[in-house]
């Protein structure tokens, strides 16, 4: 009888140059794969099997070259020249994007063999996959995967490993700008009114996006240290974001964590308090008065959070998103992004004409105005026709000799004219 072959030692099959190796691993959301290894010796096939495995914990036992894979070279370049040189919150963003499209997407290829006609297909994928809502890539979203890819394949170039940047000789499919998405204000208000009503934390996090227009990373890593009732003013300098997880044996590739940063430095603001804002936020602070007596120590103060769970801990993005969803359901509100609840907040200031783009950037924390108003320009049009008008004085002498037009209803009718 063969020997039972212990759990992740793998299995062997002769083929007629040498040996082919496979071997399981979990994928980051969990799932069993198989990785296969070719070699003359059953030696050699270990040793390529365990090279690869200390790869995915970060440990690289030889130089980068060109004849890896793209998968061995980004996550290479993850660890070599992403984690510590950049904002934590980019570690993040180059992470999920390295995983969910670039590894899966041209992972196979070898780096010196990858071409720009490969990325250009590559793209073009990206820009018609879709995701579980069966909606498409965002055009965002794909300059995001082109701009870690161009980082990555410039990093190679520089050191050698490739004779050119692929990335540059490819392009980014075209695709059409789409405009925020708002709530009408009927559907704000019966939304708002509904979680009042409810009273729960997670209908009081709503009405404090929509009051507030903050992202909701701000929001769900917002402590009351940052709360000023005194002062009526909430300081925004901080937000939850999911890091990379530093512990190479979990099996959670992220971690929640509070980042000290927003999303730039323009983002760091402080927000007068609405005095019906203000009264949500007491009310959330009464609601977390029982919770904090009866768990004692074992109730997380120190996170100090706003937004927390019971036990004061985080409160995660996607069971938020969750409970959103089954509340809209209820009211029968069609579903919007949770993000939609920050452009519903910016689209009320502009429609109130109260407020000039520059006054709005600064309250959205935006890093420039011109984000601000390519954003929102289409729910400015009356704004925009009152600016206008206000020029007029400039070109008043251009149309002093210009006949006055006959009043429409001075005009002989049709009937006068004849046949």
Same mark, same amino acid.
């Given at each position: 009888?063969?020997?039972?072959?212990?759990?992740?030692?793998g299995?062997?099959?002769?083929?007629?140059?040498?040996?082919?190796?496979?071997?399981?691993?979990?994928?980051n959301?969990?799932?069993?794969? /198989?990785?296969? %290894? &070719?070699?003359?010796?059953? *030696?050699?096939?270990?040793?390529?099997?365990?090279?690869?495995?200390?790869?995915?914990?970060?440990? /690289?036992?030889?130089?980068?070259?060109? $004849? &890896?894979?793209?998968?061995?070279?980004?996550?290479? &370049?993850?660890? $070599?020249?992403?984690?510590?040189?950049?904002?934590?919150?980019?570690?993040?963003?180059?992470?999920?994007?390295?995983?969910?499209?670039?590894?899966?997407?041209?992972?196979?290829?070898?780096?010196? @063999?990858?071409?720009?006609?490969?990325? $250009?297909?590559?793209?073009?994928?990206?820009?018609?996959?879709?995701?579980?809502?069966?909606?498409?890539?965002?055009?965002?979203?794909?300059?995001?995967?082109?701009?870690?890819?161009?980082? +990555?394949?410039?990093c190679?170039?520089?050191?050698?490993?490739?004779?050119? $940047?692929p990335?540059?000789?490819?392009?980014?499919?075209?695709?059409?700008?789409?405009?925020?998405?708002?709530?009408?204000?009927?559907?704000?208000?019966?939304?708002?009114?509904?979680?009042?009503?409810?009273?729960?934390? #997670?209908?009081?996090?709503?009405?404090?996006?929509?009051?507030?227009?903050?992202?909701?990373?701000?929001?769900?890593?917002?402590?009351?240290?940052?709360?000023?009732?005194?002062?009526?003013?909430?300081?925004?300098?901080?937000?939850?974001?999911?890091?990379?997880?530093?512990?190479?044996?979990?099996?959670?590739?992220?971690?929640?964590?509070?980042i000290?940063?927003?999303?730039?430095?323009?983002?760091?603001?402080?927000?007068? #308090?609405?005095?019906?804002? #203000?009264?949500?936020?007491?009310?959330?602070?009464? @609601?977390?008065?029982?919770?904090?007596?009866?768990?004692?120590?074992?109730?997380?103060?120190?996170?100090?959070?706003v937004?927390?769970?019971?036990?004061?801990? %985080?409160?995660?993005?996607?069971?938020?998103?969750k409970?959103?969803?089954?509340?809209?359901?209820?009211?029968?509100?069609?579903?919007?992004?949770?993000?939609?609840?920050?452009?519903? /907040?910016a689209?009320?200031?502009?429609?109130?004409?109260?407020?000039?783009?520059?006054?709005?950037?600064?309250?959205?924390?935006?890093?420039?105005?011109?984000i601000?108003?390519?954003? /929102?320009?289409h729910? #400015?049009? *009356?704004?925009?026709?009152?600016?206008?008008?206000?020029?007029?004085?400039? %070109?008043?002498?251009?149309?002093?000799?210009?006949?006055?037009?006959?009043?429409?209803? +001075?005009?002989?009718q049709?009937?006068? &004219?004849?046949?």
């Open positions: 009888m063969a020997k039972r072959r212990r759990n992740g030692e299995c062997f099959s002769k083929n007629g140059n040498g040996f082919d190796y496979r071997i399981s691993y979990q994928d959301s969990g799932k069993t794969k /198989y990785k296969y %290894f &070719w070699a003359k010796t059953k *030696e050699e096939c270990l040793e390529r099997a365990a090279t690869w495995r200390n790869e995915q914990d970060g440990i /690289y036992t030889q130089d980068a070259n060109g $004849n &890896w894979t793209i998968e061995q070279y980004a996550n290479y &370049w993850y660890d $070599n020249y992403v984690v510590g040189k950049v904002k934590i919150t980019t570690q993040s963003d180059d992470r999920s994007i390295l995983d969910a499209h670039i590894i899966s997407g041209i992972g196979q290829y070898r780096l010196n @063999k990858i071409t720009g006609q490969a990325l $250009n297909r590559f793209y073009i994928r990206c820009a018609n996959k879709t995701n579980a809502k069966g909606e498409k890539l965002s055009p965002k979203t794909i300059k995001n995967i082109y701009t870690v890819a161009n980082r +990555m394949f410039k190679a170039y520089k050191n050698d490993l490739i004779p050119c $940047n990335n540059e000789k490819a392009e980014l499919p075209k695709r059409h700008k789409t405009f925020a998405t708002t709530l009408l204000p009927e559907e704000a208000e019966k939304l708002a009114k509904s979680c009042i009503k409810s009273g729960t934390t #997670m209908d009081y996090l709503i009405v404090f996006l929509l009051c507030t227009g903050v992202r909701l990373g701000e929001a769900l890593g917002l402590q009351w240290s940052k709360v000023n009732f005194d002062k009526e003013e909430i300081r925004i300098d901080q937000q939850l974001q999911a890091v990379p997880n530093t512990d190479k044996s979990s099996k959670r590739k992220f971690q929640l964590q509070i000290k940063s927003t999303k730039t430095r323009h983002s760091n603001r402080t927000l007068p #308090m609405l005095e019906d804002v #203000m009264q949500v936020l007491k009310k959330v602070k009464r @609601k977390q008065a029982p919770n904090l007596l009866r768990l004692g120590t074992e109730y997380r103060r120190d996170l100090d959070l937004f927390a769970k019971n036990d004061g801990y %985080f409160i995660c993005d996607t069971v938020f998103r409970y959103l969803n089954n509340k809209l359901n209820e009211l029968g509100i069609e579903h919007f992004r949770i993000h939609d609840l920050r452009h519903s /907040y689209t009320r200031l502009f429609e109130s004409g109260q407020y000039e783009a520059k006054t709005v950037s600064q309250i959205m924390g935006h890093s420039c105005v011109g601000t108003l390519d954003t /929102y320009t729910v #400015m049009p *009356e704004k925009l026709r009152k600016e206008i008008k206000k020029s007029s004085f400039i %070109f008043k002498g251009y149309f002093n000799d210009i006949e006055k037009e006959i009043p429409e209803e +001075m005009l002989p049709q009937d006068d &004219w004849g046949a």
